[in-house]
């Protein structure tokens, strides 16, 4: 099993940028594929970005794509996720997630190990 931390959430005016990082310890060497997830009240758990751990190989759901960035340190055993021109919409609690199979996976159900979550509040 990984265990997952992230932080870096805060609070920022629409437009603006932050950058969350979340460090995987436990047994990273098992990490096959990351995700960002992200979950507004009274929404459900939603897919933000994914990476395949060792292959690098991104991919976003529309709503972040061209905004969102998503990355990693192997070295460090940290995912990042680079959030640029937010939106009121991105506010919400962001959990990262990894799991040890490979191909790409957007439901919440793919993935066996889940951080904390961190709040994102985007303002006007």
């Known amino acids: 099993q990984v265990q997952l931390v992230e932080s870096g959430g805060g609070l920022v005016q629409t437009g603006g940028s932050l950058r969350l990082s979340c460090v995987a310890s436990?047994?990273?060497?098992?990490?096959?594929?990351m995700a960002w997830f992200r979950q507004a009240p009274g929404n459900e758990r939603e897919f933000v970005a994914h990476i395949n751990w060792m292959a690098g190989s991104v991919y976003y759901a529309d709503s972040v794509k061209g905004r969102f960035t998503i990355s990693r340190d192997n070295a460090k055993n940290t995912l990042y996720l680079q959030m640029n021109s937010l939106k009121l919409e991105d506010t919400a609690v962001y959990y990262c997630?990894?799991?040890?199979?490979?191909?790409?996976?957007?439901?919440?159900?793919?993935?066996?190990?889940w951080g904390q979550g961190t709040q994102v509040t985007v303002s006007s």
């Open positions: 436990g047994k990273p060497f098992n990490i096959g594929r």
């Open positions: 997630a990894a799991d040890r199979r490979v191909l790409l996976a957007l439901s919440s159900l793919g993935y066996n190990d």
